[in-house]
């Protein structure tokens, strides 16, 4: 059986070309041809990658002000009932807390997909984002309230 293949080992392309989208395995500074978690999100270019990231540090940083939007209203919730149970949460506030937190998860994964570019300058995007973010938001969190949740990052 004689037979030669067109796999390429070195990496994953997905399409045809030059310009095709190219996903690394293995962690790498090389930013041409890094797609960002949609194919119309493509890095060709050093300025299409320091837009990226200043992007993705925005994104790192409005995920910061998320959560602590959510941990606002939560704290403003016990502080009006403190004594309230549970089961005493009305319905409104359950459905709007779990979609703030099913957007907080979502968020989340689209950063961590981000991270799975192994991309580094993507990484240290999110990094610094989530850091700057930490630190504009996280000096009105209280430790004595339990706010652990889903986070990729």
């Not at 978690?37 to 994104?59: N, Y």
């Not at 002000?65 to 319905?91: D, E, F, G, M, T």
């Not at 994964?109 to 610094?128: E, K, P, Q, R, S």
């Amino acid at each position: 059986m004689e037979g030669s293949t067109d796999h390429e080992h070195g990496g994953m392309h997905m399409g045809d070309g030059d310009d095709t989208c190219s996903m690394n395995m293995l962690f790498s500074w090389s930013y041409k041809n890094t797609c960002i978690v949609f194919k119309w999100w493509h890095i060709k270019t050093l300025p299409g990658l320091i837009l990226s990231c200043l992007a993705i540090f925005g994104l790192a940083y409005l995920y910061e002000y998320l959560k602590y939007c959510i941990h606002k209203r939560q704290q403003s919730q016990r502080v009006l009932l403190p004594n309230r149970s549970q089961a005493k949460i009305n319905q409104a506030d359950k459905i709007s807390n779990s979609i703030l937190y099913g957007l907080q998860v979502g968020f989340s994964f689209m950063l961590m997909l981000v991270f799975m570019t192994y991309n580094g300058w993507l990484m240290l995007a999110v990094v610094c984002g989530a850091i700057w973010g930490n630190y504009s938001w996280s000096a009105s969190y209280n430790p004595d309230i339990d706010d652990s949740s889903l986070a990729c990052h």
